[in-house]
């Protein structure tokens, strides 16, 4: 099972696909946000694409291009004979579960030892995944992973609290070096937020990403999650 996107909703909030809630969906990417945080964010002007058809297979040219000036973050030899990558939000529970049970063990078997090469791109399904990727990046791209990691494994302090969502973030990631002021400058970074949803703009435009976690090696869609998957897609490589 994955966290799917519905043709109307992403994460129950605000509506994706019916025209005439685009004012909400700008309010959402650029509104709501703060509203959840506690910040202010600039209005981005930015509208939800229609999502494309599902892609099953992506030619590999076009899959590296995620969309957006920011660097992909990656782990693995960069001559490594497969490559995969993972769109996923931070809030999405069937992504935590493949980062914390599965994800060790991919490592292990196929990026350490260098056969695979595993890049992560953001797919925030929800305010609050938007203000945990934009924080992960705001430290720079040696340092994102190991905030990712974290946000996955405290999931359940920060992604669905009901009180005080913002206290409950920066609680962890102030452990990464935050500090109040920089937290804010962070969830305030307009070029950063805009980034982001380019990101996710051409994986919905373009690969049909309606799902999360998707995960293509070598630009074929897995079927799920799982390390059984990952080893029917390295199989003879």
Request: proline share 4%; hydrophobic share 40%.
């Amino acid at each position: 099972m994955v966290t799917v996107v519905p043709s109307q909703y992403i994460d129950r909030e605000t509506a994706l696909h019916d025209r005439s809630n685009l004012s909400l969906v700008r309010t959402l990417r650029s509104g709501l946000l703060a509203v959840l945080l506690g910040v202010a964010l600039a209005t981005t002007g930015w509208t939800q694409p229609s999502v494309a058809e599902p892609a099953k297979e992506i030619a590999m040219e076009e899959l590296m291009k995620s969309g957006s000036e920011l660097p992909d973050l990656t782990l693995g030899s960069a001559d490594a004979k497969a490559v995969a990558v993972e769109y996923a939000s931070l809030t999405c529970g069937h992504c935590g579960a493949f980062a914390v049970n599965v994800f060790p063990e991919v490592k292990k078997k196929y990026i350490d030892t260098g056969k695979l090469r595993f890049i992560y791109r953001d797919f925030p399904l929800d305010p609050r995944a938007f203000g945990g990727s934009m924080l992960a990046r705001c430290l720079g791209t040696d340092k994102a992973f190991a905030l990712i990691e974290t946000l996955f494994h405290e999931q359940e302090k920060w992604a669905h609290v009901k009180q005080n969502p913002k206290q409950a973030l920066f609680d962890i990631v102030k452990q990464a070096g935050f500090t109040e002021e920089s937290f804010d400058k962070c969830l305030t970074d307009q070029k950063l937020f805009e980034q982001l949803t380019a990101v996710q703009k051409r994986a919905s435009d373009v690969f049909g990403v309606n799902a999360t976690p998707s995960i293509f090696i070598d630009g074929k869609k897995l079927a799920a999650p799982t390390l059984e998957e990952f080893d029917k897609a390295m199989a003879g490589k």
